[in-house]
């Protein structure tokens, strides 16, 4: 089933189904079309699925798509505390000194949510500590 409401798709990347996630893809559904759940890329960082994530990503879906009026990925990714969703996303090609979360960079969003693991990634990835705000 594939409407406005849910997505075979959208099932897939929240729960990990990874190889059926692939053949829908290879099908040609549509990796950023947004339903009323959001993306499918937004619903596998709901999901905390690094397979889906990176399966996503490699087919040309948006990360910037993932932004919603409540949060960013950025968002969901650090206060889940995720490490490997966050090295999949950099492993994409993905900035690390990107300002996407309320314009700050990354490692403001990990320092503001105290997420020392996240900071400590960053860091050692190239993180720029030279614009962060501490306050």
């Given at each position: ?64 798509s ?31 000194n ?38």
């Amino acid at each position: 089933v594939d409407n406005e409401n849910g997505s075979c798709l959208v099932y897939c990347a929240q729960y990990g189904f990874d190889e059926l996630l692939a053949d829908l893809i290879s099908k040609g559904h549509d990796v950023n079309r947004a339903y009323s759940e959001g993306t499918p890329l937004q619903m596998a960082f709901y999901g905390r699925q690094a397979g889906a994530v990176k399966l996503l990503l490699a087919n040309g879906a948006d990360i910037h798509s993932c932004t919603s009026y409540y949060a960013s990925w950025v968002d969901h990714v650090i206060a889940l505390e995720d490490l490997e969703i966050l090295h999949t996303i950099l492993a994409q090609g993905i900035d690390v000194n990107t300002r996407i979360s309320r314009s700050e960079p990354l490692l403001n969003t990990a320092l503001k949510e105290e997420c020392r693991a996240m900071v400590d990634f960053l860091i050692a990835t190239g993180a720029s500590t030279r614009f962060v705000n501490y306050a």
